[in-house]
């Protein structure tokens, strides 16, 4: 057996090496199956709270679904069709699963329980910070993305109330920046300041029932189509294979998910809903309307059709319960990179956590709501984040692999090494490419706008 030596020096940063600090201080509260260990048990430590399994599936899957689902049907019509949308689906598939059994590895060889712990702990400290400030930006951007929704949503429920046609102004209360900012500061504020989230699972079970209804409906109206619903051209190949290539942020954005060490259960559960969701609403969406298809698929159905109007519901209510999920991961991130860097013990006083936490979140709502009101093309936005998710299912599990590969002592390597070796270089390249290739395509089309 090879013996692995992992990178573990938390000297650099001036801080306890007591590994139940770090995960107190890192631990990402997105889902917590596991029972509580002896130190958060104590008096020192603060009682984070647990989750049952059932609970942290839909917690996952909800934080996974939404803004991602939308965009699907616009993500196979960019891929060149079906059968290109799907080859290219059920490839990422198989590259989220070998990252998840590289992070697991790395995991257990590391004795770190989150994505960004294993891969500090593993590539050290310099990947570490790229990693989780690509986390917080992810997560920052998906914020917009989800309040963009709403927006997206409310005007066209608000114009089946109205009975007015859609592009007409109506009475200030139905602006799209009222109506917006309104939503957030009543449901999403609150729901992001406190500092648990085990109450999000009675709402996310809510949610994802909704969003299964939503690829009924896709699905139903592409079998039986409204009358004045004419799709446009129907792409059987992909123009080009860049063409294949645009449509895999979109992919990227709905599949990744950074968390390792629920991923036996938890996140192969949530991937298999995630995956008959998304290929329903992909495949059916883009057949009814084709290359026509919006950004945003609900949009491309008329606002007086009632059983959309309801769909249109449901999203809201998901991106509302998904909005304070990814906010929780976010925070998580950047408390832990703040308190790294100013030096800060971890058993501190309840109440300068509690006001850090009150401003972390008010700076961040603020924030991503200003963009989101001004940014109103959520394909924009989730073209530039799914670049960004590439970084978590190719290039940081790529890197990990290279490294503890790098780290085994052995003289002389066996073939599967370099096997290993190679696919850890194959990931990190494509997912350097796909980040690249994006955040290109994003700077040189608005500079042509």
Not at 7 to 12: A, V
Not at 261 to 279: D, E, H, N, P, S
Not at 383 to 403: D, K, R, T, W
Request: glycine share 8%; with cysteine; aromatic share 12%.
């Amino acid at each position: 057996m090879a013996q692995v030596s992992i990178n573990n020096d938390y000297s650099e940063w001036d801080l306890s090496t007591d590994a139940g600090e770090r995960a107190r201080l890192l631990q990402s509260p997105c889902v917590d199956t596991a029972p509580k260990s002896e130190w958060e048990a104590s008096p020192g430590g603060l009682d984070r709270g647990t989750t049952s399994t059932l609970g942290a599936i839909f917690i996952v899957v909800n934080a996974c679904l939404g803004a991602g689902l939308l965009n699907f049907p616009a993500a196979f019509s960019t891929a060149g069709g079906v059968a290109a949308g799907i080859a290219l689906q059920m490839g990422m598939l198989v590259f989220i699963i070998s990252g998840l059994v590289i992070l697991a590895y790395c995991s257990q060889a590391s004795n770190e329980r989150t994505y960004q712990e294993v891969v500090w702990a593993v590539c050290g400290k310099l990947t570490g910070v790229l990693c989780e400030v690509a986390i917080a930006v992810y997560t920052f951007g998906t914020c917009i993305a989800f309040l963009i929704i709403i927006g997206d949503q409310q005007d066209k429920i608000i114009a089946v109330m109205a009975k007015e046609p859609e592009g007409a102004s109506g009475p200030w209360y139905t602006d799209r920046k009222f109506t917006i900012s309104l939503t957030a500061f009543l449901f999403i504020l609150p729901l992001s300041i406190p500092r648990e989230i085990g109450f999000q699972k009675y709402a996310s079970f809510l949610s994802v029932v909704g969003t299964w209804y939503v690829t009924a409906i896709v699905i139903i109206k592409y079998i039986w189509p409204d009358k004045e619903m004419t799709p446009g051209n129907i792409l059987t190949r992909p123009a080009s294979w860049m063409a294949v290539f645009n449509a895999m942020p979109t992919i990227c954005f709905g599949f990744q998910q950074p968390e390792v060490k629920t991923w036996g259960g938890v996140v192969t559960a949530a991937m298999v809903i995630a995956l008959a969701v998304y290929m329903g609403t992909g495949i059916c969406g883009f057949l009814t309307f084709g290359a026509a298809v919006d950004p945003d698929v609900l949009l491309s159905y008329p606002s007086e059709d009632m059983a959309v109007a309801v769909a249109r519901a449901f999203i809201i209510l998901s991106v509302l319960t998904s909005y304070p999920i990814l906010h929780f991961c976010g925070r998580a991130v950047v408390e832990g990179l703040w308190l790294r860097y100013q030096g800060v013990p971890v058993e501190e006083d309840v109440g300068r956590e509690r006001r850090r936490r009150v401003l972390q979140t008010l700076v961040w709502f603020l924030l991503t709501l200003l963009l989101a009101l001004f940014i109103p093309d959520i394909g924009k936005v989730i073209s530039v984040i799914g670049g960004l998710a590439a970084c978590f299912i190719f290039v940081f599990p790529g890197l990990c692999l290279i490294q503890a590969k790098l780290s085994e002592m052995e003289e002389v390597k066996p073939a599967s090494w370099w096997v290993l070796v190679s696919y850890g270089v194959l990931l990190v390249t494509l997912g350097a490419f796909i980040f690249g290739q994006t955040t290109a395509n994003a700077i040189f089309v608005d500079l042509l706008a």
